[in-house]
């Protein structure tokens, strides 16, 4: 059975103090990462302590946009079915969750290269989402 995403409606997303940058570069097309300056390390979603070593000297660093398929569930059935939810872990460490979007969902596979694309909310926000590579 051939299940291709339909464009459903993406509900706009909680803004936190502080996401604004993440959003905006989103909008221009870019993803971005905080990266804490304590322990090196990379983490998504942005939030304003690092989640390893709880450090507040966090900046903002341009992600590539790819990664892989770590895990996945395609949905058939229910409201704005079907869609693809998944676990992508991105080439700079940290693992994201996201949909995959624009394909065969009988084509995905774990470990399957995957690139960032932008889909809008019905509040017209940049969304990160992801397409095979």
């Not at 706009?12 to 990462?33: C, T, V, W």
């Not at 000297?57 to 058939?76: H, M, N, P, Q």
Request: hydrophobic share 35%; net charge negative.
């Amino acid at each position: 059975m051939t299940s291709t995403v339909a464009e459903r409606e993406i509900t706009d997303p909680a803004i936190n103090p502080g996401d604004e940058p993440y959003f905006e570069a989103a909008d221009q097309g870019k993803l971005l990462l905080k990266v804490c300056s304590s322990c090196g390390r990379a983490h998504h979603y942005p939030r304003s302590l690092c989640p390893f070593c709880w450090s507040t000297d966090l900046s903002w660093k341009d992600a590539a946009g790819t990664g892989e398929i770590y895990t996945y569930s395609v949905t058939r059935r229910g409201a704005g079915a079907p869609y693809c939810i998944a676990y992508v872990k991105l080439d700079e460490g940290p693992t994201m969750l996201t949909n995959i979007v624009d394909t065969d969902y009988d084509s995905i596979k774990i470990g399957q290269r995957v690139q960032v694309v932008f889909k809008r909310s019905a509040g017209g926000i940049a969304i990160p989402v992801f397409t095979p590579a």
